[in-house]
């Protein structure tokens, strides 16, 4: 009797990482069929832990032969649908992968590999007086997906996004070759710089793990100063917010400098809406910065107090605040097990949680909010809203967390229609979404130059012939 084509390639699969790390067993790949959000669960077809190089080539060249699809996969934390399969295929979990390789704490860069936590990371830094930019997200998360992702950080307000601190990388590629971009591609030991190379480490970066396997990343890691100081403030709308972070955002002492609305600073998220009371502000706004010295923490406070009087002249409803000392903690000693998980956010819904997170330029964060407002309370939603500030005032993160009953199709529908028209209407102001599920990635492409489409095509065609990497994701 012949075997079947999926024992055959599960025998492979086994002969490549061992027994133990493969299986086609139902109840396991059901595991990694969904997550928090509000796209729909798919299977994959095998689950494969692979722990080094080779065994990501080997896999990667037997599913480049069968056709057969492969979906990277670490902690399982996003909330965008990134690694629901969409064609089934090898689920690759990475979480085994997980060695800090290098740490020079001379020239401030580290390589890791995909597994390293946000938890593992900071111990090992925390002991030589260093930092990462720790995202408001769980321990557990991954480092390495964060950068690859353009995901945010606590030091964003002032370094950009986790995307730009990455140095050098090592990718498996769909068809099984080994490359390596940056300064270690001349020099194996020297993983410092992408620059001034051509950037080629842009071909793995926001592709949603559609072009390769990253598998070592270089990563630049930052001292700690001892000082830290905290500046809060809240106002009653999102344009007297607005104008107090442009102004404070222009003087750049600031590592975050974000706003949140009342809805968001409930934790948990109100579910279903419920009315801000009316005696309560509207946003609330922390300001973190970290100084060497008393004076340097002083000229900090006193260029906050000269903003808060700026804007408060101009007639401005913003006013200092007490933030809580817990919710302080939250912002500030990252990772966070406080509000750094997204399950904090959605206790009152039932397990569901998306978003239209988006970059934004600061300038239309008050007109796209007022919509989103609009668009999410008329779906019984909270316009829980989270504006962040990117390297002083150049740009942001204009983002929506919405809770929703995940256990009801019909209230998860119903949230997916309110995000979906959030997004078009940030769309039409200039905001681009990041870690876009599919339905993101079609009104991206609606919208798309074609120029930009077909070297899209071209690019995911040279490094992907057969169409394998975690395919359907970019939907072109």
């Known amino acids: 009797m012949l075997a079947k084509r999926e024992d055959i390639i599960l025998d492979e699969l086994a002969s490549i990482v061992g027994k133990d790390n493969v299986t086609a067993a139902k109840h396991i790949r059901y595991a990694y069929s969904y997550d928090l959000s509000f796209v729909k669960p ?31 996969y670490t902690a399982g934390t996003n909330i965008g649908g990134l690694c629901i399969p969409e064609r089934g295929g090898i689920l690759l979990d990475l979480k085994r992968m997980n060695k800090i390789i290098k740490l020079d704490v001379e020239s401030h860069y580290a390589i890791i590999e995909p597994g390293v936590s946000h938890a593992k990371f900071a111990m090992e830094l925390y002991k030589h007086n260093l930092r990462w930019s720790w995202p408001v997200g769980p321990p557990s998360a991954s480092v390495f997906s964060n950068a690859l992702c353009h995901g945010i950080g606590g030091l964003s307000g002032r370094y950009g996004l986790n995307s730009e601190e990455i140095t050098s990388m090592e990718v498996v590629l769909p068809t099984g070759e080994l490359v390596r971009v940056g300064s270690c591609a001349i020099n194996p030991e020297e993983w410092h710089s992408v620059l001034p190379l051509p950037q080629l480490d842009g071909l793995f970066k926001g592709w949603l793990g559609t072009s390769g396997v990253v598998t070592k990343l270089g990563v630049r890691v930052h001292p700690l100063p001892p000082i830290l100081k905290v500046f809060t ?51 609330f706004s922390f300001a973190t910065t970290f100084s060497w010295t008393e004076k340097e923490k002083q000229a900090r406070e006193e260029i906050w107090e000269m903003v808060v009087e700026e804007e408060q002249k101009k007639g401005s409803s ?15 000693q990252l990772p966070s097990k406080i509000v750094g998980t997204t399950k904090n956010y959605c206790k009152q819904a039932g397990g569901g949680i998306s978003w239209p997170g988006t970059f934004t330029p600061a300038k239309y964060w008050a007109k796209v909010y007022n919509e989103w407002k609009k668009i999410l309370i008329r779906h019984s939603l909270s316009p829980s809203v989270r504006a962040t500030n990117y390297r002083g005032v150049h740009y942001g993160m204009l983002r929506a967390m919405i809770p929703f009953n995940k256990q009801n199709p019909e209230e998860t529908e119903n949230a997916r229609q309110a995000i979906i028209e959030c997004l078009r209407v940030d769309l039409d102001a200039g905001g681009i979404p990041y870690k876009p599920p599919v339905d993101f990635a079609l009104e991206i492409n609606k919208r798309a130059h074609p120029g930009y489409l077909s070297l899209l095509k071209q690019v995911k065609k040279l490094l992907d012939p057969n169409d394998i990497m975690n395919p359907g994701k970019l939907a072109i």
């Open 233 to 283: 403030v809240s106002c009653e709308n999102m344009e007297d917010m607005y104008s107090y972070m442009r102004n404070l955002g222009n003087y750049e002492i600031c590592d975050d400098l974000t706003a949140v609305s009342w809805w968001l600073a409930q934790v948990p998220i109100p579910y279903p809406y419920k009315p801000k009371p009316d005696n309560e502000p509207e946003w």
């Open 42 to 72: 798919k299977m994959p077809d095998y689950v494969v832990m692979a722990t080094t190089v080779e065994q990501i080539q080997d896999i990667m060249r037997l599913a480049n032969r069968e056709k057969i699809p492969v979906i990277p």
């Open 318 to 332: 913003i006013k200092k605040t007490v933030y809580p000392e817990e919710a302080l903690k939250a912002r500030t």
